[in-house]
């Protein structure tokens, strides 16, 4: 694992082979971090990383400049590990052990990015239960951005705030974001025009 870009770009990361984590790939995440250049300023961007395992995500925004930065992984190993690397590379990164469902229910803080890469084999109820959570407590920021990594079998597009999705060989990023009042009146007059 490394860091493709920013100010620690052509670093290698080595996490226990024991952690029960499926990276997402350097290919994946670099074609992920072309699509949010052209969205988001890095620098100062909080993030919200949900099933972080390694922290790989994390360490990317970190690297750009984002701060403060959240993880949540219900494994002990993996969370040990991003604090171990937090603290190595100076980071911003608060690591929480915790399930990942029961931190959104009770989360009362918003984020500029939600990051979500839950084990793919989780039910397609799981996937939408993330998306209504977030929205439901608020938990993006109003230009924020919630993205979620799966595997092109589980479909996301019917769900409220679906904004498109992008797949890189077996993974797929599905981007939701809150709608502007502004593209919402925009839309309501486009419809009343037909």
């Known amino acids: 694992m490394r860091i493709i870009s920013g100010k620690y770009k052509g670093r290698r990361l080595v996490a ?3 952690l029960p984590v499926r990276p997402t790939t350097d290919m994946a995440k670099e074609a992920l971090f072309n699509i949010l250049n052209n969205y988001f300023n890095f620098s100062e961007l909080r993030i919200l990383e949900l099933f972080a395992g390694t922290g790989n995500i994390s360490y990317e925004f970190a ?8 993880c949540v992984d219900a494994d002990f190993g993996c969370v040990a590990f991003i604090k171990k690397t937090a603290t190595e590379f100076d ?6 052990k915790s399930d990942v469902f029961s931190y959104l229910e009770r989360c009362n803080t918003s984020f500029d990015i939600v990051f979500a890469d839950p084990p793919y084999h989780i039910t397609q109820q799981d996937f939408e239960k993330i998306v209504s959570l ?17 595997s092109k079998d589980t479909k996301l597009e019917h769900m ?8 890189y060989g077996g993974t797929t990023f599905s981007f939701f974001e ?3 009042e502004e593209e919402e009146d925009f839309e309501e007059e486009d419809e009343e025009n037909l």
């Open 178 to 180: 809150i709608e502007s």
């Open 63 to 70: 690297s750009r400049g984002s701060k403060p930065i959240t």
């Open 134 to 150: 977030v929205f439901e407590r608020e938990i993006l920021e109003e230009d924020g951005m919630l993205i979620i990594e799966h």
């Open 160 to 167: 409220m705030h679906f904004s498109f999705a992008k797949t």
């Open 91 to 96: 980071f911003d990164i608060t690591a929480l």
């Open 16 to 18: 226990p082979k024991k």
